[in-house]
T-cell receptor
């Protein structure tokens, strides 16, 4: 199994630009999580999907952040407009079932200048 | 407060030594305590996990010790190796309907020196 796939691996953009991060969960997994990792705040859950439906987006920091999961094999996290404080590593994770082990992707390192 | 406090922030251990990382939690509803290992440039990966019905769980060189009354748990790495150098995160989660969110500690950067 290829594991959770994320793209791009690195993204450098300028403040105000739109950023789209992509995730392909492990085949057969029905739960998907987006996390953000920073030195100051550690790992934070942004949003969680179950069977492609967003269940809890209370961790999404602002309306500038949005996430979609149009099908079981693809999810996006969009930031529009981006700001320097959004610079972080964004991880996608998936699990077979809501309470099973979460498998993390390699992350997208985002730098907003 | 859904918080997990982890210490130390960084740890240097000689090869063959014992690495010990501690975590404390406040929420008594937490019922599942995993440890994740993260190498540079990689995502966190589950290392070992414990539920509070046991006080200790061992997998190879890795052991979790759990003290329910003190609301503390720790990771022990025996015979630490340079390949164990990574960042370790403790986490906690409730168990039951609707319980899915992992609350992570801030992480411990372990360096094992030859």
């Amino acid at each position: 199994d290829a594991g959770v796939i994320q793209s791009p691996r690195h993204e450098v953009t300028e403040m105000g630009q739109e950023v789209t991060l992509r995730c392909k969960p492990i085949s057969g997994h029905n739960s998907l999580f987006w996390y953000r990792q920073t030195m100051m705040r550690g790992l934070e859950l942004l949003i969680y999907f179950n069977n492609n439906v967003p269940i809890d987006d209370s961790g999404m920091p602002e309306d500038r952040f949005s996430a979609k999961m149009p099908n079981a094999s693809f999810s996006t996290l969009k930031i529009q407009p981006s700001e320097p404080r959004d610079s972080a590593v964004y991880f996608c994770a998936s699990s077979f079932y809501i309470q099973e082990t979460q498998y993390f992707g390699p992350g997208t390192r985002l730098l907003v200048l | 407060q859904q918080q997990v406090k982890q210490s130390p922030q960084s740890l240097i251990v000689q090869k063959g030594g014992i690495s010990i990382i501690n975590c404390a939690y406040e929420n008594t509803a937490f019922d599942y305590f995993p440890w994740y290992q993260q190498f540079p440039g990689k995502g966190p990966a589950l290392l070992i996990a414990i539920r509070p019905d046991v006080s200790e769980k061992k997998e190879g060189r890795f052991t979790i010790s759990f003290n329910k009354s003190a609301k503390q748990f720790s990771l022990h790495i025996m015979d630490s190796q340079p390949g164990d150098s990574a960042t370790y995160f403790c986490a906690a989660r409730g168990f039951g309907a609707g319980s899915y969110q992992l609350t992570f500690g801030k992480g411990t950067k372990l360096s094992v020196i030859p």
